[in-house]
């Protein structure tokens, strides 16, 4: 039996997680609500809040597993990409939970770990398949060889869509965090009534940056003209900027799986949370005869459980880092 700890503490989630053969027993999640009043997620807080949070976190995830914490085999945590500080306070358990208890480091890369989630309940993906990975910092997609063997054949340029989403919700003065706000109102509205430009970037590749700068030209001309016009469209804006965002996805998405022939998609990231982008890669797959795979909400945003499967795959290999090991804010691929 292998027993692994998974913690996660790239952003402002504390998480960890216990994975028993493969099996995700427990996946807790500590969030930050101190950075609402920000507007968005300040470093410094961050890290201050994960220090508080992990050792609850932890002991909750033992408790729910029903799992002794001498019984652990190995420790998963995320190395990397993420905030410094708040990868710190995460690495600096993990080294610290290991050394106590004479047992194995495994590294993981978040974003592979966004991937591997597919793999934490039933129907899992099988190999090859592409996979379109969108959070608030990465906009990818990769060609899935393997647990490890990926390649990044297509990526943002600039921006990624989840800071897309969340600028928009700045723009219309929606708290944070705004993104799953937009989902909200996108599903009240018509996503047809106001139209916004699709960059036309080369090969697989994605840009955000321009959309954003439309979206804020266009609000702020029409206000201009009529100062409750945010008030009285809010539910078509939404809609129309979410209807925007998911088809740039989705037709480099499906360039990318015709292109390299590949019948297995899959979507991963907190913005794989979106309710538009499920439905649209679900009618995608559904039109070419494409299998498809979402991992459930609460594996799409940032949580130790797909730390602890992708450290249980590497638990398998015996790949384990050194005592030595430090977090890195931008982690190779």
């Known amino acids: 039996m292998s027993v692994i700890l998974g913690i996660e ?16 027993l427990s996946n807790v999640i500590a969030n930050q609500t101190i950075h609402h009043q920000y507007g968005g997620v300040v470093p410094e807080l961050a890290s201050r809040v994960h220090q508080q949070n992990i050792i609850p976190a932890v002991h909750q995830a033992f408790v729910l597993a029903k799992v002794n914490k001498n019984h652990v085999d190995a420790v ?14 995460g690495t600096s358990f993990a080294k610290a939970f290991a050394l106590a208890n004479s047992i194995p480091l495994i590294e993981v890369n978040h974003m592979q770990a966004h991937i591997l989630a ?4 039933d129907p899992k993906p099988t190999f090859p398949f592409l996979c379109l990975t969108v959070s608030g910092g990465h906009t990818q997609i990769v060609l899935v060889k393997n647990y490890f063997d990926m390649e990044i054949v297509g990526q943002t ?6 800071e897309a989403f969340d600028k928009t919700a700045k723009i219309l003065n929606l708290p944070y965090p705004g993104g799953p706000l937009i989902d909200q109102y996108a599903k009240l509205g018509d996503p047809k009534r106001f139209k916004f430009p699709e ?20 609000i702020r001309d029409q206000q201009k003209m009529n100062s409750d016009f945010l008030t009285i469209n809010i539910n078509d804006i939404c809609a129309s900027v979410q209807e925007r965002i998911v088809t740039i996805l989705l ?29 649209g890669v679900k009618e995608l797959a559904e039109k070419n005869g494409w299998n498809v795979f979402i991992p459930k909400f609460e594996y799409c945003t940032d949580n130790a459980a797909m730390i602890a499967i992708a450290g249980y795959y590497k638990f398998l290999a015996k790949d384990f880092v050194g005592q030595n090991i430090a977090p890195l804010a931008r982690m190779p691929f």
């Open 251 to 279: 037709n480099k998405f499906k360039k990318a799986a015709l292109q390299y022939q590949i019948k297995n998609i899959a979507i991963a990231g907190g913005v794989s949370a979106n309710t538009g982008l499920r439905n």
């Open 76 to 89: 998963a945590f995320t190395r990397g990409p993420g905030l410094l500080g708040s990868l710190l306070v």
């Open 157 to 162: 340029l600039d921006d990624a869509a989840g």
């Open 9 to 24: 503490s790239s952003c402002d989630e504390t998480s960890a997680s216990i994975c028993v053969d493969g099996k995700i």
């Open 199 to 218: 960059p036309q970037i080369p090969e697989l590749n994605f840009s955000f940056s321009g959309l954003k700068t439309s979206i804020l030209y266009f």
């Open 118 to 121: 597919h793999f934490i309940n």
